[in-house]
Each structure stands twice: as structure tokens, then as C-alpha cells.
């Protein structure tokens, strides 16, 4: 009985109103996460030579012009129409930055860009990340000068627009399966 007395004490006696608030959203605009700087991957690293060997391979597909060399690169059948057009622009460009990097008569320089590490990372946050089994970096080609740039300085910058002194394209490497495997992607900045 006295359960019961209580119980319809508490429905018989009036209810606080709870002010709702507002609104749920933040009422001022969060402030733009900076961008990831690019630094050239160190020499002793051991993606640095898998990052190379699969750059040389792209490059020497992407001068020869051919679809079914660069293709499968570049996703195979998982490149979509669009995609083997901007890439064939791209290519066929005489003035556009592949044209410039990969087709003139100068030297071309390549460099291997991967993502500042924070200051923050201890030595075995950095070794952990040396052993990963995944890794993704920038390669990017230009011709003349001595090779020291200027390269792009974010993943932003990376964007094969007209008027770049270099191209690029972003690799993703995996050693996860019995054979590593790599795919590029070439970016282009919206006309």
C-alpha cells in the first residue's frame, strides 16, 4: 500500500517544464582544420623504394599514351568513363602539367611526398607506422631545373590544375596479401 501511495503521489504532482534548447548546432562556425603538410618521404624508409619502383611504372605508361598501359593503374575496370577521359586530357595536353613534366625534352625530376608526421608521435607511434602493412604517398614529376621544386606543399595542391609546374598522382601501396599490390590516382582540380 504504501508503494501504491507514493506512486500516485508522483503522478498526481505537477511536472517541471524543461526549456528545450534552441538549437542543437553551434551557433558559430568551427574553424578550418589546417591542412597536412607534405614532406618528401625520408630515403631510409622502406616504402620509399615501392614508392619509387610503382611511380617509375606509372610514369613509363603515362608517356606512352596508351589506355590499355595506364588503365589498369589506375583501377582497370573500376576507372569510369569520366576518369579515362580526364586522364586522356590530361595526357594529350601539350601545355597542361603531364605535358610540361612527363613529355618535354628536359630532365624529369620525380619526388615521393608523404604527410608530416605530428611532433607529437613518439618513436615506437613512429616505428609502427614504418611496419604498417598499408601506406599512401604523392608522387609527382617535373621537368628542367635541378629537380628542388617547388613541389606541392598539401594533398590540395596535388591537383594537376593548369598552370602547375608539375603533375601528379596519389599511390595507395599494400603488402597485406601474398604479392603487394599498388593503385594510383590522378586528381584534377575542377576547370
Not at 630532365?107 to 602493412?133: C, M, N, Y
Request: glycine residues 6%; contains cysteine.
Amino acid at each position: 500500500m504504501p508503494i501504491s501511495l507514493a506512486l500516485v503521489a508522483i503522478l498526481a504532482s505537477p511536472i517541471a517544464a524543461v526549456a528545450a534548447p534552441a538549437s542543437l548546432l553551434p551557433t558559430e562556425p568551427e574553424a578550418a582544420a589546417p591542412r597536412a603538410q607534405l614532406v618528401p618521404l625520408a630515403a631510409d624508409s622502406v616504402w620509399t623504394p615501392r614508392f619509387a619502383a610503382a611511380a617509375d611504372e606509372l610514369a613509363a605508361a603515362l608517356r606512352s599514351r596508351d589506355e590499355a598501359a595506364w588503365a589498369p593503374l589506375l583501377g582497370g575496370q573500376w576507372l569510369s568513363a569520366a576518369d579515362r577521359a580526364c586522364v586522356e586530357n590530361l595526357l594529350g595536353d601539350r601545355h597542361g602539367p603531364f605535358g610540361h613534366a612527363l613529355f618535354s625534352d628536359r630532365v624529369t625530376h620525380r619526388a615521393i611526398l608523404g604527410w608530416r608526421a605530428p611532433a607529437s608521435l613518439g618513436a615506437d607511434e613512429r616505428a609502427a607506422i614504418e611496419a604498417g602493412k598499408e601506406a599512401e604517398a604523392i608522387v609527382c614529376w617535373s621537368a628542367g631545373d635541378d629537380g628542388a621544386g617547388p613541389w606541392p606543399a598539401t594533398a590540395t595542391d596535388a591537383d594537376n590544375r593548369h598552370g602547375r609546374s608539375y603533375a601528379c598522382a596519389r599511390i595507395v601501396y599494400s603488402i597485406r596479401g601474398a604479392m603487394p599490390v599498388w593503385r594510383a590516382f590522378i586528381e584534377q582540380a575542377p576547370a
